[in-house]
């Protein structure tokens, strides 16, 4: 028999068990005409009677009871494989591989996404701390986070975050007996807490901007790090000056344990996107993630 003929069977299966074809025509959402028309086709089909039918009662024929005792259970279990595809479908499974910076994945993708792993207990997600331009397709990652004037052309970029202010701060143990910089060009003359970038292998050049104006220094130091939660901890033990987003500090400045330096030259960024390969069709669980990360301003 066709696959097209599945509907008729499962049609025969509920006439056979509800023993009417009123009740089996209800239940299957057709019309009691329509049914019975089916029905007389498989008959034709097959070449046998498979129902005894009175005015009252409709029953088995001794080859309708054989047919029910095979397709019956068979069409029971597609049912329930469908039905387990569906939950599959509702609850979403696989591993999403994810390169972001170590401040994005703390103040941002862990947050929103502790609630999604434990709603989803088949989604795994990976994090990779990097800070260079990761090419996503090459190295098997599923999506990256960059900030906004960074993203290559061809991925399609989500805002996950708001404009990112950087801001640079000290401990009071450090400046003790020290002037506050007046320009950011000051800097120099003070131990700073420098941040490697392995794109290029070289330390990041601060970068300051007021009306208009934009500086770069490059800043010296005992220490160089290539993680900024590091850095916050070196500022705090007193190892000099750092430059770090400002969500980061604001907590320890209100607290007294970092001072901030040259408010007015601290500069503005695209915030965190959240980008990936253009796919026509996304995997569930990168669906998943990506709206829960994706910024809602207000």
Known sequence: MGKENLNDL????????????????AQLGLSRSALSHAMAGLEARLGVRLFTRTTRSVST????????????????????????????RDKPAGTVRITAH?????????????????QYPDIRIEFSVD????????????????????????????????DLRMAVVASPGY????????TPHDLTDHRC?????????????????????TVDVRVTGQTVFNNTLLMLQAALDGMGFAYMPLDLAQPLIEQG????????WWPLFPGYHLYYANRRQLAPALRLVIDALRWREG
């Open 131 to 162: 800070y260079a331009l990761t090419d996503i397709a090459a190295h098997r990652y599923d999506a990256g986070v960059r900030n906004g004037n960074s993203v290559d052309k061809d991925m399609i970029a989500v805002r996950i975050a708001p």
């Open 175 to 182: 400046l003790a007996g020290k002037p506050l910089p007046a």
């Open 257 to 264: 344990r970092l001072v901030p330096a040259l408010q007015d």
């Open 193 to 213: 807490i420098n941040l490697r970038l392995p794109t290029h292998g070289g330390l990041y050049v601060w970068e300051f901007e007021k009306h208009g104006q």
């Open 10 to 25: 499962r049609a025969f299966v509920t006439v056979a068990r509800e023993r009417s074809f009123t009740r089996a025509a």
């Open 102 to 118: 170590d401040h994005a994945i703390a103040t941002i993708l862990w947050p929103r996404l502790l609630p999604l792993l434990r």
């Open 61 to 88: 024929t001794e080859a309708g009871a054989r047919l029910l005792d095979a397709v019956a259970p068979r069409l029971d279990e597609i049912e329930l494989e469908l039905d387990s595809l569906s939950a599959m």
